[in-house]
């Protein structure tokens, strides 16, 4: 009887909200008829999501240019979301910036995220890393969480500014705060290593479980992205039980929308087995679809299936091909990989020029192993001019990670 009840209460509480968006719709139409900037960019938002209306995207632009050209700068960023998405109009990078740009230089904070992950990504601008972390700042400094965030993935990584673990947990901690998810996340996963804060497995699951019920809710809407984080929080289990089977769940709904973490991810369960009976075909599979999307951990994955022949026959030429695509994005796992490679020979002129130069790059990005082989390119002088100056510094690097070998090096120099 009273399941009866709540179901009836929960019936008449949902037609009455959209008596009201109806209601609202009406009235904004109104206004937006009679020239009203705002209700011109308010009617946009309503046809775009479908709020009192059917969803509309033709009619959403319609009302989104009428207040874009007025100078509303909600209007503005939500013309340039859809032309970015190319919903009701052709898709056009450029003309999401230009009126990203509009917007974002009148102080609209959504808008200046999107420009920075335009400029970031360099989809409709020339990419630069300092002016994505210039307008992501100009958002985070009005509170805006995902500007917030962003910045923190910028600093953690040192992506267009100094790496800096603090200032990344500072503007974790400020988004996380607000209730944004993917900052609960990294916040988390700080405690968790002990990352610029004193490790707690208990302030880690506490971030955790704020973070997974608006995944979820974004996850169950079709969420491509949340689909994704809810993958990983059950495939480690933070803030829910693990669970590997739901993981594969998540991830493969976001695959299949073209996620390519997903599809890393996928793969790699598929490549192990985990939630899955092992497969390499199927690893392969969803590895090529993030690959071909320019996923350097899945071009690095996919470089190793064909070097050691999983499920393929071995190929050196196709693992190196996938490994320089990756390394060529700065993924430190391929740049090291190609040092190696061109030290053996194998399936490459042997090189140790090259050989040098690989593990350089992997080197200045604090590679212990890469850092360790630089190290001994000086000390015999292959590659680079022998250097036992040089040869010291990347050994000690090394050893200061707790390299194993490189102390012994070290120690066998100073003598």
């Known amino acids: 009887m009273f399941s009866a009840i709540r179901w009836c209460l929960g019936l008449l509480a949902i037609c009455l909200a959209l008596t009201a968006w109806a209601q609202d719709f009406e009235s904004t139409k109104r206004a937006a008829q009679q020239g009203d900037a705002q209700a011109q960019a308010d009617l946009g938002k309503m046809y775009a999501t479908g709020q009192g209306v059917a969803q509309n995207h033709a009619e959403a632009v319609r009302w989104y240019r009428k207040g874009a050209q007025q100078g509303n700068a909600q209007a503005q960023n939500g013309l340039g979301v859809r032309y970015e998405k190319g919903q009701g109009v052709p898709q056009s990078d450029a003309q999401a910036v230009q009126w990203y740009r509009k917007a974002a230089e009148q102080g609209f904070a959504r808008a200046q995220v999107n420009l920075g992950v335009m400029y970031y990504t360099g ?22 969480a995902q500007g917030q965030h962003a910045l923190g ?3 953690t990584y040192g992506i267009g500014v100094a790496q800096s673990d603090a200032e990344a947990e500072k503007w974790f901690r400020k988004a996380a705060e607000q209730g944004f998810a993917p900052a609960q996340h990294a916040l988390g996963l700080m405690y968790t290593y002990g990352i610029s804060v004193a490790q707690s497995d208990v302030e880690a699951e506490q971030w955790f479980h704020k973070a997974v019920p608006q995944y ?19 495939e480690g289990g933070l803030g829910v039980t693990r669970d590997k ?19 890393n991810s996928l793969g790699l369960m598929y490549q192990v087995g985990k939630g899955a009976a092992h497969s390499y075909a199927r690893a392969i599979q969803w590895y090529r679809k993030a690959a071909e999307q320019g996923h350097a951990p ?31 994005q700065g993924y430190v796992d391929a740049q090291f990989e190609l040092g190696w490679i061109y030290e053996r020979g194998q399936g490459v002129a042997q090189s140790d020029t090259e050989a040098a130069q690989w593990y350089r790059k992997a080197a200045e990005q604090g590679d212990a192993a890469a850092q360790y082989k630089l190290g001994g390119m000086y000390a015999e002088g292959k590659g680079v001019a022998q250097s036992n100056t040089e040869a010291m510094q990347w050994y000690r690097k090394a050893a200061q990670q707790g390299f194993e ?11």
């Open 298 to 328: 899945a071009q690095y994955n996919l470089g190793e299936i064909y070097a050691e022949g999983l499920g393929v026959t071995k190929n050196h030429a196709l693992a190196i091909q996938w490994y320089r695509k990756a390394a060529q």
């Open 123 to 144: 989809r409709g601008v020339a990419q630069s890393d300092t002016e994505a972390v210039q307008w992501f700042r100009k958002a985070a400094q009005q509170e805006n």
């Open 153 to 155: 993935v910028m600093y």
């Open 216 to 234: 979820r809710e974004a996850a169950e809407q079709g969420d491509a992205d949340a689909q994704n984080n809810l993958g990983q929080m059950y």
């Open 405 to 415: 070998g490189a102390q012994a090096a070290l120690k066998a120099m100073e003598k």
């Open 245 to 263: 089977a739901e993981a594969m769940r998540w991830y493969r709904m976001a695959a299949e929308q073209g996620n390519a973490d997903a599809q």
